[in-house]
C-alpha cells in the first residue's frame, strides 16, 4: 500500500485534517495514512521543518509526505513537489522543505502547477484540500507520475538562519528549531564536546546534563536530544514555559573550553 504521511498546524479541532483524508482515500483508497503531527504552532515554519527532517528518514523509499504549513495561502507562493531521500514531499514554497533538501544534495523540486490533479475550483485559503491532497493521490495511485507535476525548478524558499552564524569571541548565533510537547527547547546548534553556555532571551544556560534525572527539579540545563542537536530542558518541567521560547526565536552559545 502507499504511504502517505501528513504534518500540518491544523490541530484536531476543526475538520481540516480529516477533510485532507477523505480527499486522498476517495482518490487513492488504498492509501495508508501517517499522521506525522497536526499539533505544530500556527505558521510554525521552523518547527515544521524540524519536525518532517526528524521523520522522513524513518519511513520507506517512494513515501509521500504532505506538509501544509501554510501563512501564504493564496498568495504568489509557489506549491511544490519535492523529491528527496527517496521520498516525495508535497508543500508550499516557504521554507518548510529547508532541512529535507539540506540532507541529500540530490534533491530535485517541480512547481505544482497542473490544475487536472487539483481539485475543480480551489479556494484561496485551502490548498492542503484542493491542491497538496489531490496531488499526493495522484502520486500514490499512479494516476500521475512527477513529471505530470509540473515543471522543474532550480531554487525554492530556504528560511533564514538555519546553519549557526559565528560570531568574534566565540559567539555563535542560532535558532529555536522546534520546541516540543514537554517544552523542552530544541536549539540548530549541533552537539559538540565543548564545555558551553546558551543564552535564549536574557537567561544564560551553563549546566549540561546527560540525562533528565540527573537535573535538580527547577533548574535549567542543556543535553543532546535524540536528534543530535542540543536542548534546553528543565526535569518535569516546561523550559519553554520559563524561558518563553517560542520555533524561530534567536539563540546564543558561547563557547568556554574543550572537553577532553
Given at each position: 500500500m502507499p504511504i502517505v504521511t501528513l504534518t500540518t498546524d491544523f490541530g484536531l479541532a476543526d475538520h481540516y485534517v480529516g477533510t485532507?483524508?477523505?480527499?486522498?482515500?476517495?482518490?487513492?483508497?488504498?492509501?495508508?495514512?501517517?499522521?506525522?503531527?497536526?499539533?505544530?504552532?500556527?505558521?510554525a515554519l521552523y518547527a515544521g521543518a524540524y519536525a518532517i527532517d526528524q521523520s522522513a528518514p524513518y519511513f520507506p523509499p517512494g513515501t509521500i509526505h504532505v506538509l501544509v504549513i501554510?501563512?501564504?495561502?493564496?498568495?504568489?507562493?509557489?506549491?511544490?513537489?519535492?523529491?528527496?531521500?527517496?521520498?516525495?514531499?508535497?508543500?508550499?514554497?516557504?521554507?518548510?522543505?529547508?532541512?529535507?533538501?539540506?540532507?541529500?544534495?540530490?534533491?530535485?523540486?517541480?512547481?505544482?502547477?497542473?490544475?487536472?490533479?487539483?481539485?475543480?475550483?480551489?479556494?484561496?485559503?485551502?490548498?492542503?484540500?484542493?491542491?497538496?491532497?489531490?496531488?499526493?493521490?495522484?502520486?500514490?495511485?499512479?494516476?500521475?507520475?512527477?513529471?505530470?507535476?509540473?515543471?522543474e525548478i532550480e531554487r525554492i524558499e530556504l528560511l533564514p538562519g538555519l546553519e549557526p552564524m559565528e560570531l568574534p569571541s566565540g559567539v555563535w548565533h542560532g535558532k529555536v528549531l522546534s520546541v516540543d510537547h514537554?517544552?523542552?527547547?530544541?536549539?540548530?546548534?549541533?552537539?559538540?564536546?565543548?564545555?558551553?553556555?546558551?543564552?535564549?532571551?536574557?537567561?544564560?544556560?551553563?549546566?549540561?546534563?546527560?540525562?533528565?534525572?540527573?537535573?535538580?527539579?527547577?533548574?535549567?540545563?542543556?543535553?543532546?536530544?535524540s536528534s543530535g542537536y542540543l536542548e534546553v530542558g528543565m526535569n518535569r518541567q516546561s523550559a519553554a514555559s520559563l524561558l518563553g521560547a517560542a520555533p524561530g526565536d534567536p539563540i546564543r552559545l558561547r563557547l568556554r573550553d574543550t572537553i577532553s
Open positions: 485532507l483524508k477523505g480527499v486522498l482515500l476517495s482518490r487513492c483508497p488504498e492509501a495508508q495514512i501517517i499522521d506525522i503531527t497536526h499539533a505544530i504552532p500556527p505558521f501554510d501563512p501564504g495561502v493564496g498568495t504568489s507562493r509557489r506549491p511544490l513537489l519535492v523529491e528527496a531521500l527517496g521520498q516525495r514531499f508535497i508543500a508550499p514554497d516557504n521554507g518548510v522543505l529547508s532541512l529535507i533538501v539540506a540532507r541529500d544534495r540530490g534533491a530535485t523540486a517541480r512547481e505544482a502547477t497542473n490544475p487536472e490533479l487539483w481539485l475543480p475550483e480551489p479556494s484561496n485559503t485551502f490548498h492542503g484540500r484542493d491542491v497538496f491532497a489531490p496531488v499526493a493521490a495522484a502520486l500514490a495511485s499512479g494516476a500521475a507520475l512527477p513529471e505530470d507535476v509540473g515543471p514537554f517544552g523542552n527547547v530544541i536549539t540548530n546548534f549541533k552537539k559538540t564536546r565543548a564545555s558551553l553556555s546558551l543564552t535564549v532571551g536574557d537567561r544564560e544556560i551553563t549546566e549540561f546534563r546527560q540525562t533528565f534525572g540527573e537535573a535538580e527539579a527547577g533548574s535549567l540545563f542543556i543535553y543532546t536530544g
